[in-house]
C-alpha cells in the first residue's frame, strides 16, 4: 500500500460547481497536511497548511483532515477555469522529520467555462 | 520577490552525457531541496541540505547522481552518465530552516529529456 493515495482523475466540472478533492494515507504519524497547486509546466505552489485534524479555509478553499480516518480533502467552492490545474496533496511527519514531504500523484482537474 | 531559480528549463541531451542542473534558492532560505517529478512515481525528494549540508541524500537514485551547494545561494545537481530513464522534471525547492514548518517554494522546474 502506497503511503499517500490520491485518484488522478481526471476531474472536469463546469464553471461555479463545487470541487471536492481527496487523499487517504496509511501513516499514522504524519501530522502536517499541505495542498499544492501546480499549473502545466510550472512548479507546485502551496495553496493550503494544516496541522493536525480540523477544518481551515481560505477564500474559497477549505481543507478538511480527519486524521481518525487517514483521510484529507480540499474544496473548492465557486470554481472557476482559472482554477484548472493539477492538485497535489503533501504530508509531514512532526519534528526533525518535517521536511520530508511525501506527496501523492496529483488530480487534475479542469474547470469549464 | 524573486523565487527559486532554476537553470536551464529544457534540456535534452544523448545518452552518456553529463547533464548539471542549477538553482539558486530564495535569499534568506536555509533549506534547499531537489525533487524529481514522472507521471510513475509522482514528485520524489532526492536530497535536502540545510545551511549548505547535506543532511538526507537517501533519494538520490544512483551514484550516477550527485548534488552540491557551495554556498546559500546556489546548487547544482549532477548526472554523469546520463540515462534515457532519467528524463523527468527536476525541481529545486527552498524554506527558510528547520523549525519554519513546511512552507517550501519550489521553482518552475528543469526539463530533462535524455535520448
Known amino acids: 500500500q502506497k503511503e499517500v493515495e490520491q485518484d488522478p482523475g481526471p476531474l472536469s466540472v463546469p464553471e461555479g460547481a463545487i470541487v471536492s478533492l481527496n487523499c487517504t494515507y496509511s501513516n499514522s504519524a504524519f501530522q502536517y497536511f499541505m495542498w499544492y497547486r501546480q499549473y502545466s509546466r510550472k512548479g507546485p505552489e502551496l495553496l493550503m497548511y494544516?496541522?493536525?485534524?480540523g477544518n481551515k479555509e481560505d477564500g474559497r478553499f477549505t481543507a478538511q483532515v480527519d486524521k481518525s480516518s487517514k483521510y484529507i480533502s480540499l474544496f473548492i467552492r465557486d470554481s472557476q477555469p482559472s482554477d484548472s490545474a493539477t492538485y497535489l496533496c503533501a504530508m509531514s511527519t512532526s519534528g526533525g522529520s518535517n521536511y520530508k514531504l511525501t506527496f501523492g500523484k496529483g488530480t487534475l482537474l479542469t474547470v469549464n467555462p | 520577490d524573486a523565487g527559486v531559480i532554476q537553470s536551464p528549463r529544457h534540456e535534452v541531451t544523448e545518452m552518456g552525457q553529463e547533464v548539471t542542473l542549477r538553482c539558486k534558492p530564495i535569499s534568506g532560505h536555509n533549506s534547499l531541496f531537489w525533487y524529481r517529478q514522472t507521471m510513475m512515481r509522482g514528485l520524489e525528494l532526492l536530497i535536502y541540505?540545510?545551511?549548505?549540508?547535506?543532511?538526507?541524500d537517501s533519494g538520490m537514485p544512483e551514484d550516477r547522481f550527485s548534488a552540491k551547494m557551495p554556498n546559500a545561494s546556489f546548487s547544482t545537481l549532477k548526472i554523469q552518465p546520463s540515462e534515457p530513464r532519467d528524463s523527468a522534471v527536476y525541481f529545486c525547492?527552498?524554506?527558510?530552516?528547520?523549525?519554519?514548518?513546511?512552507?517550501?517554494?519550489f521553482g518552475e522546474g528543469s526539463w530533462l529529456t535524455v535520448v
Open positions: 541540505f540545510n545551511n549548505n549540508v547535506p543532511i538526507d
Open positions: 525547492a527552498s524554506r527558510t530552516g528547520q523549525l519554519s514548518g513546511n512552507t517550501i517554494y
Open positions: 494544516t496541522y493536525s485534524s
